[in-house]
Structure formats: structure tokens, C-alpha cells
């Protein structure tokens, strides 16, 4: 079973966590790789890696995965709501 979510505002997105929730029971009977998505992957660090598997303890605290999979995610900022568009371009300084 392979379970995923993007990463917004330093967790994961609450549809996956809430599908992980109801479906614990069954997820345990499965293998699984638990995979996400996220920015700060982008400048591949050690820092970077532990500051962003922290993310998961949450899920990791209801279902422990087999493997995990990280990926730097893409922002699109023009698709978020202003105040998070105009927090990214202080951030990013542009």
C-alpha cells in the first residue's frame, strides 16, 4: 500500500492523515511506504532530511511504515491564499 501527502504549513495534509485514521486497521494487514512531498527538501541536507521526517510523527505515532519516501515538492505560489503568497515572497526575498 503506498500512502502519501504533500507537506503544508509543517504537516500533512489532513485528508491523508485522516484517510491513515480511518483506515489504520487495514493499513496494518498491508506492507506500506509512506511518501511525501515538501520544499525543503529542495537543498538536500541532513538538517533538512530530520527537520522534515519529524513531520511524520505524527503518522508514524498511528501507523508505522515499512519505508518512507521523501521528495522535494514544487510551490506553487500563485495558488495559495494572499497572506501565504505574500509570506513565500518575503521568504523567498523576491
Request: glycine content about 4%; proline content about 5%.
Amino acid at each position: 500500500m503506498l500512502v502519501g501527502s504533500a507537506i503544508h504549513a509543517l504537516k500533512w495534509l489532513p485528508e491523508a492523515a485522516e484517510f491513515i485514521k480511518r483506515h489504520t486497521t487495514e493499513l496494518e494487514q498491508l506492507p506500506r511506504l509512506i511518501y511525501f512531498f515538501c520544499a525543503t527538501l529542495r537543498e538536500d541536507t541532513a538538517e533538512h532530511h530530520r527537520e522534515v521526517l519529524a513531520y511524520l510523527n505524527p503518522v508514524r505515532a498511528i501507523l508505522e511504515p515499512l519505508e518512507i519516501g521523501l521528495f522535494a515538492g514544487r510551490l506553487d505560489a500563485s495558488r495559495l491564499p494572499l497572506l501565504e503568497r505574500m509570506l513565500v515572497k518575503a521568504v523567498k526575498g523576491d
